[in-house]
């Protein structure tokens, strides 16, 4: 896949599996840091630089995203005696997969949502007639559900295995979830 692949080894897909690689994923300044990565590899200078952060407040987000395994050093330069650290994903595609019981002593992460980071960056964009997007509800089993869910994440594989160019990132949310008091028809009398 030639144009889209990092200047470095990577993993296709890695999948987290604790509460606490699931927070780091949740940021929203982590997960901004994680997409800057999936381009090339670079240095906490460089990614302070892109998100107008401090370098500090950069070299801790991306101290958690190593220590939980979503990024690892890939390389480093030597600049006036001092090695400077260039930073990687570890995979293209991070999935989630949490198990067990709802009441366990490490319960499931629930306080990020990425449809708020959608609707928070998508502002400027509807302001400039630029936002697409669908909103649509039906009545479906679980079956369905779930097999819509699997084309979807073949969408989204899609669109993150894309050639990285042009000026302007775009963002591209997808999601299916219940509405338990969304108006609906009765079934109808035979």
């Not at 889209?4 to 940021?27: F, H, I, K, M, S």
């Not at 200078?45 to 991306?62: C, D, G, I, N, Y």
């Not at 994903?89 to 009441?103: I, K, Q, S, Y």
């Not at 000026?167 to 338990?180: E, T």
């Amino acid at each position: 896949m030639e144009g889209n692949a990092p200047d470095y080894e990577l993993d296709d897909r890695r999948v987290l599996t604790t509460p606490a690689q699931v927070r780091a994923l949740g940021n929203p300044l982590r997960n901004t840091l994680l997409g800057l990565l999936h381009e090339r590899a670079a240095s906490v200078t460089e990614l302070s630089a892109a998100v107008r952060r401090p370098k500090s407040t950069v070299a801790h987000h991306v101290k958690v995203l190593v220590e939980e395994g979503l990024v690892r050093v890939v390389r480093t330069r030597r600049i006036r005696a001092v090695d400077e650290a260039f930073y990687g994903r570890t995979a293209r595609m991070f999935t989630v997969a949490l198990d067990g019981p709802e009441n366990s002593a490490d319960p499931r992460p629930y306080d990020f949502n990425d449809f708020e980071v959608a609707a928070s960056e998508s502002g400027p964009a509807y302001a400039g007639g630029e936002l697409w997007g669908f909103i649509r509800h039906a009545r479906i089993d679980a079956q369905q559900k779930q097999e819509f869910w699997q084309r979807m994440k073949a969408l989204v594989d899609e669109f993150d295995t894309l050639p990285r160019r042009g000026d302007v990132v775009h963002g591209f949310a997808v999601g299916i979830y219940p509405v338990p008091d969304h108006p609906a028809l009765p079934d109808a009398a035979e």
